[in-house]
Nanobody, 117 residues
């Protein structure tokens, strides 16, 4: 089992920045792809950004150039740096860990991000 704990959400004005953190209960980054997903009211959950066990990253088109995913292996923590936030970025953001070899994944509890003036 792996527990994922997110933090860093909150209320921010348009154009502002936030950094989300997701800390895993043990060292898993060597074999799990870590991802940030979000779900806005009335919409499906969507992938925002991911970082593979090898360090490759990918982003949703809507956040490219504004968001950056990174990780600190020593702290078992993955980050999502969000800049130039827009109202349409408002959602609950979830951390996900997906095993690279088998169909196993884990989710965090979610953290609310609200972009509003």
């Amino acid at each position: 089992q792996v527990q994922l704990v997110e933090s860093g959400g909150g209320l921010v004005q348009p154009g502002g920045s936030l950094t989300l953190s997701c800390t895993a209960s043990r060292n898993i980054f060597f074999i799990y792809t870590m991802g940030w997903y979000r779900q806005a009211p009335g919409k499906q959950r969507e992938l925002v950004a991911a970082i593979s066990s090898g360090g490759s990253t990918n982003y949703a088109d809507s956040v490219k150039g504004r968001f950056t995913i990174s990780r600190d292996n020593a702290k078992n923590t993955v980050y999502l740096q969000m800049n130039s936030l827009k109202p349409e970025d408002t959602a609950v953001y979830y951390c996900n860990a997906q095993h690279s070899l088998v169909a196993v994944d884990y989710w965090g509890q979610g953290t609310q991000v609200t972009v509003s003036s």
